[in-house]
């Protein structure tokens, strides 16, 4: 599970409770003008994820960490894909961030109105 | 550096704009997309950013390809009874879908479905030289009836008292 919120013109990204041991991080920080999106995306998380490095990765139970896939880099950390969101980013070490949140349309409204004006 | 872009954006964003025409926003999900598209989901998120970011590109596509159109043929109108016609058999399925749906939770859908209306609105009043809120009031009346499908020739019904108009 993580924690979404706008701090100025940062994203953050708090990661909760153990997943943030696998996952070797405890929050991410995002300027703004490095986010390009965010989506509610249930499917995703039946998709080929790729190379795992570093994480944890239980198939059908848990995807946590780092993962490599098509020469880009995709930060997870989903148990229930049902609330699974995707973030693009843009000029980051990540190319996206596929998060599992509590309210997806809410996580999702949240980030694309920070986003709406800022180009 | 990541997969190169093997499809063909417009194309991609014409079958996006078909879908979000016929089922909404909220009901075509990132796996719709995937399957109808024919894109990698990776593609998607690269390309457009996002679910949002796709349907803006398609909302302004059609915008472009459905709505333009239209403005131009209304600007040639001869009458009030043409221009209705012209309006009520357009395809302006998402521009309806957007103003319904998302323009109240998006800002700039609800900017771009304005300035759609807007031209619209503008195209009637030049062609039929009558005033804006006349020609607003035209299509106002033209969109109700592509919604409620004209029940009982309705349409007839108000060119005929709109023709002294033209």
Known sequence: MALVHIEGDDLVVVIEGLDKLWALKSSLTIPLGNVRGATADPGIAAEPKGIRAPGAHVPGVLTVGTFHLDGEKVFWDVKDPSKAVVVELADEHYARLVIQVDDPRATVALVENALIGKG | ?????????????????????????????????????????????????????????????????????????????????????????????????????????????????????????????????????????????????????????VGTALAHRLDPLG
């Open chain 2, 1 to 153: 550096m990541g997969r190169t872009r093997t499809f063909d954006e417009d194309e991609v964003v014409r079958a996006a704009a078909t879908l979000f025409g016929g089922r909404a926003y909220d009901g075509v999900s990132v796996d719709d997309l995937v399957t109808h598209l024919g894109v990698h989901r990776n593609s998607l998120y690269k390309t457009f950013g996002s679910k949002r970011g796709l349907y803006l590109v398609a909302l302004r596509r059609h915008l472009a390809h459905d709505v333009r159109p239209l403005v131009d043929a209304l600007g040639s109108a001869p009458d009030a009874a043409s221009a209705l016609r012209l309006i009520t058999s357009a395809d302006l399925g998402l521009l309806l879908l957007a103003a319904v749906e998302r323009a109240p939770a998006d800002t700039e859908v609800a900017a771009e479905v304005a300035a759609a209306l807007d031209a619209v609105d503008q195209a009637v009043a030049d062609a039929l030289g009558v005033p804006a809120d006349l020609a607003a009031a035209l299509t106002s009346a033209a969109l109700g009836i592509l919604l409620r499908g004209n029940p009982h020739g």
